[in-house]
């Protein structure tokens, strides 16, 4: 199966990367997702208790299942003013 992974704010800058496919296998979670880009990016590792995700724009838990095609998006936590 095949996702794309959006990146946003922080995360973005640590992968260089605002969107990055991905080749998952069947019964894959945004969880195992999220996972596979620590392993590559170990940086993201500080942020996995902070971030939210979504699936294809609806917020979704890290043991969502994910399908062929879905977008996943992983966003940390934003401050402003």
């Known amino acids: 199966m095949r996702v ?20 998952v296998a069947p019964g894959a979670t ?16 500080g942020y996995e208790r902070s971030i939210s995700s979504a699936v294809n724009t609806d917020y979704a838990r890290m043991d969502h299942p994910v399908d ?6 992983f966003l940390p936590p934003v401050s402003g003013g």
């Open 68 to 73: 062929d095609g879905d977008e996943v998006a």
């Open 4 to 23: 794309t992974v959006r990146l946003f704010a922080r995360l973005r800058d640590i992968t260089g990367a605002s969107e990055i496919g991905r080749d």
């Open 30 to 45: 945004i969880g195992s997702i999220w996972r596979g880009l620590v392993a590559e990016f170990p940086d993201l590792a």
